[in-house]
């Protein structure tokens, strides 16, 4: 069937103009007008009304006209040339409207692991810092003169800072996203890196450790959205490639006091200051990209819809008993990351130096357990991982303050590699179990984390001081039977999988 000549084209009919006037002819079917200007009018956004109307005319122009169709996408195909303008091309407006959202829905889904050792890197600087304090407590004691309950105050101050800003944080940028918030933070933990390198009096130390905990306070929430929003679905993978770094900074920090702080003085530590500076330069570039990736994240509607199978009266009671497993991890990890130094030094006679080791070897664990636990739980399921990761560490628990000094730091790792690997698996289930609010899960629970070491970290103290510090090993060697309670958590499979929240 030979086309009619396009109202726009001459006597001489060139290749060009045939491409053209079967173009034009198109877009006259589907719009009942011919373009202005002989250029089409179907760049439009994409998603727009105007473009889904004028791709359903579109749809049914090619049923009732297919030969006019078909001719003019045959000849389109023996041109030489290409059109320069993508709005060139004769294609219809459904089936753009089709590729260009497969592609965009394509990219969405990509895991941006560039972006991933980007935020993992800041992360382990800003733990690094969190965690020289505690290797600092046998130098701080020593120097000010302080008991067990005001080393459970600096390390209470450190935590609840962090424990109680983190959620508001979190629930604040959900509703109103601070992409910059990241460098801001960093910058509250390079003021109080300097405090506690330069004072002189207990209160500033207090002060310090506020500063370097609402650092934390602003980039955990900030940093695990952006996370889930690099992750492209894989949210397990990414929640443990971010947090690997936090423990690998919270493991170097012991080591970084034992060989050059110790030695020379805690006023050392303000060459790390150089390194946080370009952390806050490296999360400026994090913010501009979460600036214009904000589309990665579901919306909180189609969020919610992915998991309405599960009641509200179900998800509080899951939420209760993951508090309470939070509680046995990080009341158990207090015990070894604030006294585990002192432990060694009481029971095995071992110097200030030779402690850390001792230390960082089991913060290497902790390290390792993060890395494992979130693709295990994207791969077999978060329930299992929680079961494995906080019950599985209870009979290695309860041996250690039996055991020998070879056992004990053989004892330590797998502690350390068990019981770590929970809190990406937590972090992801407490995210599925309240989809849409990323920032405020991930400040509850990291606040959570925050806090209760803070509140172990001084409970025990005290109880240090009351009976003796490996007393208080034997008693925290039970917590790890609370992972018992993992059994009453719901399933949080998703309606539609193929949904971020």
Same mark, same amino acid.
């Given at each position: 069937?030979?086309?009619?000549?396009?109202?726009?084209?001459?006597?001489?009919?060139?290749?060009?103009?045939?491409?053209?006037?079967?173009?034009?002819?198109? @877009?006259?079917?589907?719009?009942?007008?011919?373009?202005?200007?002989?250029?089409?009018?179907?760049?439009?956004?994409?998603?727009?009304?105007?473009?889904?109307?004028?791709?359903?005319?579109?749809?049914?122009?090619? *049923?009732?006209?297919?030969?006019?169709?078909?001719?003019?996408?045959?000849?389109?195909?023996? *041109?030489?040339?290409?059109?320069?303008?993508?709005?060139?091309?004769?294609?219809?407006?459904?089936?753009?409207?089709?590729?260009?959202?497969?592609?965009?829905?394509? +990219?969405?889904?990509?895991?941006?692991?560039?972006?991933?050792?980007?935020?993992?890197?800041?992360?382990?600087?800003?733990?690094?810092?969190?965690?020289?304090?505690?290797?600092?407590?046998?130098?701080?004691?020593?120097?000010?003169?302080?008991?067990?309950?005001?080393?459970?105050?600096?390390?209470?101050?450190?935590?609840?800072?962090?424990?109680?800003?983190?959620?508001?944080?979190?629930?604040?940028?959900?509703?109103?996203? +601070?992409?910059?918030?990241?460098?801001?933070?960093?910058?509250?933990?390079?003021?109080?890196?300097?405090?506690?390198?330069?004072?002189? $009096?207990?209160?500033?130390?207090?002060?310090?450790?506020?500063?370097?905990?609402?650092?934390?306070?602003?980039?955990?929430?900030?940093?695990?959205?952006?996370?889930?929003?690099?992750?492209?679905?894989?949210?397990?993978?990414?929640?443990?490639?971010?947090?690997?770094?936090?423990?690998?900074?919270?493991?170097?920090?012991?080591?970084?006091?034992? #060989?050059?702080?110790?030695?020379?003085?805690?006023?050392?530590?303000?060459?790390?200051?150089?390194?946080?500076?370009?952390?806050?330069?490296?999360?400026?570039?994090?913010?501009?990209?979460?600036?214009?990736?904000?589309?990665?994240?579901?919306?909180?509607?189609?969020?919610?819809?992915?998991?309405?199978? @599960?009641?509200?009266?179900?998800? @509080?009671?899951?939420?209760?008993?993951?508090?309470?497993? @939070?509680?046995? +991890?990080?009341?158990?990890?207090?015990?070894?990351?604030?006294?585990?130094?002192?432990?060694?030094?009481?029971?095995?006679?071992?110097?200030?130096?030779?402690?850390?080791?001792?230390?960082?070897?089991?913060? #290497? $664990?902790?390290?390792?357990?993060?890395?494992?636990?979130?693709?295990?739980?994207?791969?077999?399921?978060?329930?299992?991982?929680?079961?494995?990761?906080?019950?599985?560490?209870?009979?290695?628990?309860?041996?250690?303050?039996?055991?020998?000094?070879?056992?004990?730091?053989?004892?330590?790792?797998?502690?350390? #590699?068990?019981?770590?690997?929970?809190?990406?698996?937590?972090?992801?289930?407490?995210?599925?179990?309240?989809?849409?609010?990323?920032?405020?899960?991930?400040?509850?629970?990291?606040?959570?984390?925050?806090?209760?070491?803070?509140?172990?970290?001084?409970?025990?103290?005290?109880?240090?001081?009351?009976?003796?510090?490996?007393?208080?090993? +034997?008693?925290?060697?039970?917590?790890?039977?609370?992972?018992?309670?993992?059994?009453?958590?719901?399933? *949080?499979?998703?309606?539609?999988?193929?949904?971020?929240?």
């Amino acid at each position: 069937m030979n086309s009619p000549k396009s109202p726009h084209s001459q006597d001489s009919n060139t290749p060009a103009q045939i491409f053209h006037a079967d173009r034009d002819k198109e @877009i006259v079917k589907a719009d009942g007008a011919p373009p202005a200007f002989g250029r089409p009018r179907g760049r439009l956004l994409l998603g727009s009304p105007e473009r889904a109307r004028r791709a359903k005319a579109s749809k049914s122009t090619q *049923t009732i006209n297919s030969d006019n169709i078909i001719a003019s996408t045959d000849y389109s195909k023996k *041109t030489t040339s290409s059109p320069k303008h993508p709005s060139d091309f004769p294609v219809s407006a459904g089936d753009q409207c089709k590729t260009s959202g497969l592609e965009e829905y394509k +990219k969405n889904q990509n895991t941006a692991f560039l972006l991933l050792a980007a935020l993992s890197s800041c992360h382990l600087l800003t733990d690094l810092i969190q965690s020289s304090v505690p290797a600092l407590y046998p130098l701080l004691k020593k120097s000010f003169q302080l008991n067990f309950f005001q080393i459970g105050c600096i390390n209470l101050t450190l935590k609840s800072v962090g424990s109680l800003f983190q959620p508001i944080v979190g629930f604040y940028t959900d509703r109103y996203p +601070k992409p910059y918030a990241l460098p801001l933070g960093m910058g509250f933990t390079l003021i109080g890196l300097i405090l506690l390198a330069t004072v002189g $009096s207990y209160y500033y130390l207090l002060m310090a450790a506020a500063c370097i905990g609402f650092g934390a306070a602003i980039f955990h929430p900030e940093a695990s959205r952006i996370a889930h929003m690099a992750s492209g679905g894989k949210n397990g993978l990414a929640q443990s490639l971010f947090q690997v770094g936090g423990n690998t900074g919270t493991s170097l920090g012991p080591l970084l006091i034992a #060989v050059f702080i110790v030695p020379h003085g805690r006023f050392q530590i303000l060459w790390l200051s150089f390194f946080i500076f370009g952390g806050i330069l490296i999360l400026g570039k994090i913010g501009a990209w979460f600036s214009q990736n904000t589309h990665r994240l579901a919306s909180k509607a189609t969020a919610q819809a992915s998991y309405k199978h @599960i009641s509200s009266r179900r998800r @509080i009671f899951a939420i209760v008993i993951l508090v309470i497993l @939070i509680f046995s +991890k990080y009341f158990y990890l207090e015990s070894m990351l604030s006294y585990y130094t002192f432990f060694l030094i009481k029971k095995f006679h071992l110097s200030i130096a030779q402690s850390q080791y001792f230390l960082f070897l089991l913060l #290497v $664990s902790v390290a390792m357990g993060t890395l494992i636990g979130g693709p295990w739980g994207d791969r077999i399921g978060r329930k299992k991982v929680i079961w494995v990761s906080i019950l599985g560490a209870a009979p290695f628990s309860l041996l250690l303050p039996y055991a020998s000094l070879f056992w004990v730091a053989v004892l330590s790792v797998i502690i350390g #590699v068990i019981i770590a690997s929970a809190f990406s698996a937590i972090l992801v289930y407490a995210q599925e179990l309240i989809p849409g609010n990323v920032g405020m899960v991930s400040g509850l629970f990291f606040g959570l984390a925050f806090g209760m070491g803070g509140l172990g970290s001084v409970s025990l103290g005290a109880l240090a001081d009351a009976t003796s510090i490996s007393f208080v090993f +034997k008693v925290c060697s039970m917590l790890p039977l609370l992972g018992l309670l993992t059994a009453f958590l719901p399933s *949080t499979k998703k309606v539609n999988p193929d949904i971020s929240c």
